[in-house]
């Protein structure tokens, strides 16, 4: 699975649900409020999960473990 | 449209309105506005000194009962033993509006007055009942010590009888003086003496005193009084002695009781004869007796005085506030006098003015008239304060946005997206699964308890917190995602997937494994095969300035574009193409080309390719120093496209200086001036100072538009560098959260983690408390202190100086629910 598949793949879903977002939320006083954070909070988790898959899709280092004295 | 409902996105309209109130309904009017609290009064007299205006005869009657109140506040509280004071909440309330409205206020000025001179009475009788039942006490003291002082001295009195006998015959006076002593055992001085107390730490001063003064013809003895006195108005000790001071002669005693008059000592006159002050003493005591009665009766009749009061108190605070703000309003407003009318301006929000006039309907029911206020609205070109209709929720955001400045009115509200971006900027500095959990549980605590804790009176750090519980609450649950993102939870890793790594056998102690990545990746968040590992930081830190960057870049663009609608709504489109698309344009080409390069880098397999991963630090800076040299490459066609996006970053901020200053002086349009340009900077600017000289007659403002532009362009260009290394404090924070959570970690629990006997076990729970308790003080309340301001910051200076105006005014109406609790 490393492939640079699921980046695309999620982001679809996420432009669905803040699409669902944007047409769903019912009218009411707090409908701006909602409708803002739901989306914003949708684009800021899915930004942040790309970020770090991406970062660790193809690492330039790899970890160096030292035994120690325990286990 | 969003006209059904109020918006955060930005001000609610306002209008400006004209109210005429007949005077005879004024008061109920203004009471009903402010218990609405919908509307900000303009002064309409602002050139009347505030002793001339029409309702000063009525302040200054509130203004006594205010002071009355607080008077009384004051004796309630310097109790003590605490005095009850009903709620207001439960008290029954006080009619002020209305036809009986006079009546009641007229009653209440009556009911206070009494209290007040009872009380006072009560006080003075009490002190007085105080200072006389000490001297009371105080001479009984002296008549017991000095009876102990003639006793001892009697046994001597036959020496001194002895002495005197064989001497010359006894003079006449004394034996006018010793008819007067009756019975045995009696004494007879021929030395007088001066009795009294006096303060325990001046009676060595006042034996020195005394016998330089008398040079030493004196004798004087004195005893400690056990018990001190306490002080009952500031509960302060003081210990006293009596004494007795022997002396011959009028002028001696005279000097004698000047210097204790003088020390501050009080002076009790005692009789010589036993019997006579045997009766000194039971006559004192009779007498402290009946005084402590009284006081005591006064005491207990001042204690349901005050008991009584404290019923009320609150009520009477109540009115009188909202007395004093309704006839401080009734003074903004303007008395027309030919038809007995205020007039009264003031700015409403215009959804409310329905409400409004069915407040002001009602107000004319209850005062009992037929001619009900009229409400007009007005046209102005007066910019109205700017009004942003909150709820218990948005307030907390709203309050920490405005604390930067108040939008300009009609602009975009940046507090709408506060309501997300900033906890999410303050999650990705503080993410941890554990620390994101306990914050959570405290912001849902505060919430639940909401109603109880919003009516007590929490202190001013508690009360902080409790007004930012709906900001808290989202912090924890974005901290909890981010904690997931970073895998770290108390500084331990969670394994919910398999690891993409893999580690080969152990060889021996003190060896090292390189791990090797397999052909799945960690689905969610960070893998935790990084955890423990020894050049874990290398990759993670890469990882989160990496990060902040992209996120940074992406929150600034959000920020700038917020520019747009702003500039649709005032109606200016030429700020679009002269500020907003060179701003893009420029940010983008520089910025967004690194985020652009970060991304792609990290998509390419490097293990595949034969070309070294290039430096994307390296990059950026030799794309500046020598443009269109590549050394490592990171695609193809770098070179070219690297300086493609130079110029563009050039043109946008020459055509920004150009357009604006150009444009903002009603030339026909902007010339076409990027093919210039791209012959050379010098030229282009050249080219519109040249053109400056032909326009004579407005020069000077074309010069400073200028300036001010090239001002506006330079801070941008430089704003944008630094603001972007600016977010690098995501990673700085997020770094100093993780490492401080492992020290505490490693230094508390770690060494007690295999208990070995029951003391082990118990060092263990010691231990565990010890590192929950520094959790959550260094951990959760400092770092998350810490990460507060640092998002805050975030807000204020990187995204508000892309879009925000501010200047505007807040909207504050006379609300009674708003008003200060003075006590």
């Known amino acids: 699975m490393a492939s640079i598949l699921p980046v695309f793949l999620v982001l679809v879903i996420v432009a669905a649900l803040m699409t669902a977002a944007f047409l769903f939320v019912p009218k009411g006083p707090n409908h701006t409020v909602i409708r803002t954070g739901l989306m914003i909070a949708l684009a800021a988790c899915y930004l942040m999960w790309m970020v770090t898959y991406m970062a660790q899709l193809h690492p330039l280092v790899s970890p160096v473990i030292t035994i120690k004295a325990e286990d | ?823």
């Open chain 2, 1 to 823: 449209m969003a006209d059904d409902y109020p918006s955060l996105l930005r001000s609610e309209q306002m209008s400006l309105v004209q109210l005429f109130v007949p005077t005879e309904v004024a008061h109920d009017t203004v009471a009903e506005l402010g218990e609405l609290g919908n509307m900000q009064f303009k002064d309409l007299n602002p050139n009347v000194n505030p002793f001339q205006r029409s309702f000063v005869g009525e302040i200054r009657r509130i203004d006594e009962m205010a002071r009355r109140v607080r008077f009384f506040s004051a004796q309630l509280a310097a109790e003590k033993d605490v005095v009850p004071i009903r709620p207001l909440y439960d008290s029954a309330p006080l009619i002020t509006v209305g036809p009986r409205a006079a009546q009641t206020i007229d009653e209440l000025d009556v009911t206070l007055t009494e209290h007040e001179s009872r009380l006072v009475k009560m006080n003075e009788s009490y002190q007085t009942l105080s200072t006389r039942t000490r001297e009371l006490i105080e001479a009984k003291h002296v008549l017991r010590e000095t009876a102990v002082f003639f006793d001892r001295a009697q046994g001597q009195q036959t020496d001194i009888r002895t002495s005197f006998d064989e001497s010359s015959a006894p003079l006449l006076q004394h034996d006018d003086r010793e008819n007067q002593f009756s019975s045995v055992g009696n004494v007879q001085f021929d030395l007088e003496f001066v009795t009294g107390t006096l303060d325990r730490a001046r009676i060595p001063t006042f034996e020195r005193v005394l016998w330089r003064v008398l040079r030493g013809n004196l004798y004087m003895n004195h005893t400690d009084i056990v018990e001190p006195f306490v002080d009952p108005a500031t509960g302060s000790e003081t210990r006293k002695n009596v004494f007795i001071i022997f002396a011959h002669g009028d002028a001696l005693l005279a000097k004698i009781r000047k210097v204790a008059e003088s020390m501050g000592a009080t002076l009790y006159p005692i009789d010589a004869n036993a019997d006579k002050r045997a009766e000194a003493l039971r006559e004192v005591s009779v007498r402290l007796e009946d005084i402590e009665t009284v006081l005591y009766n006064t005491g207990s009749n001042r204690r349901s005085e005050i008991v009584k009061i404290g019923e009320s108190l609150r009520s009477w605070q109540d009115v009188v506030k909202k007395e004093k703000l309704i006839y401080e309003t009734l003074n903004l407003f303007n008395y027309d006098v030919r038809r007995k009318t205020l007039i009264a301006e003031g700015w409403v929000p215009t959804r409310d003015i329905t409400t409004i006039q069915v407040a002001l309907r009602s107000a004319t029911e209850e005062s009992g008239t037929s001619v009900p206020p009229i409400l007009h609205e007005l046209r102005t070109s007066k910019t109205p304060p700017t009004y942003h209709r909150t709820n218990k929720f948005t307030e907390g955001f709203q309050t920490i946005m405005d604390s930067y400045g108040i939008a300009a009115y009609q602009e975009i509200n940046p507090g709408l997206f506060a309501v997300v971006t900033f906890p999410f900027l303050f999650a990705i500095m503080f993410g941890d699964i554990g620390h994101g959990f306990i914050i959570l549980f405290a912001a849902l605590y505060m919430i639940l308890a909401e109603r109880k804790l919003a009516k007590q009176d929490l202190g001013e750090i508690v009360g902080q917190f409790f007004f930012g519980r709906y900001i808290i609450l989202l912090m924890g649950a974005f901290s909890i995602y981010t904690g997931l993102m970073y895998n770290d939870i108390f500084s331990k890793s969670l394994h919910l997937w398999h690891s993409g790594w893999n580690f080969p056998g152990a060889e021996g102690v003190g060896s090292k494994i390189v791990g090797t990545i397999g052909s799945h990746r960690y689905p969610f968040g960070l893998d935790p095969g990084w955890h423990g590992a020894d050049n874990n930081l290398v990759f993670v830190n890469s990882y989160k300035m990496k990060m902040s960057i992209v996120l940074g870049v992406i929150h600034m663009t959000f920020a700038l574009c917020l520019q747009v609608p702003n500039h649709i709504k005032f109606k200016r489109p030429v700020d679009i193409y002269a500020n907003f698309i060179p701003q893009i344009i420029f940010l983008m080409s520089i910025f967004g080309y690194l985020v652009i390069t970060i991304l792609y880098k990290w998509s390419v397999d490097w293990s595949q390719t034969d070309v070294k991963p290039p430096s994307l630090l390296v990059m950026l800076i030799s794309m500046f120093l020598s443009p269109g040299t590549v050394e490592e490459p990171l695609y193809r066609g770098q070179g070219p496209i690297q300086v493609v996006l130079l110029l563009l970053a050039a043109v946008c901020e020459m055509k920004k200086i150009h357009d604006q200053g150009y444009v903002g002086l009603n030339h026909e349009g902007p010339r076409d001036s990027s093919d210039e340009a791209l012959e050379g900077e010098e030229e282009g600017n050249g080219r519109a100072i040249a053109e400056a000289a032909d326009e004579e007659h407005e020069e000077h403002d074309f010069g400073e538009v200028v300036i001010h532009q090239i001002i506006h362009t330079i801070e941008f260009c430089l704003g944008c560098i630094s603001h972007t290394a600016s977010y690098l404090r995501l990673w700085a924070l997020s770094l100093a959260h993780a490492q401080l959570s492992e020290v505490l970690w490693s230094m508390t629990i770690e060494g007690f983690l295999n208990p070995a006997g029951v003391i082990g076990w118990i060092a263990l729970i010691i231990i565990s408390a010890l590192w929950f308790v520094l959790t959550i003080f260094i951990l959760c309340i400092m770092e998350g202190l810490s990460a507060f301001l640092h998002a805050l910051r975030l807000h204020w200076v990187e995204a508000n100086s892309k879009h925000f105006e501010g200047g505007g005014h807040a909207f504050t109406p006379l609300s009674f629910a708003n008003a200060e609790f003075k006590e």
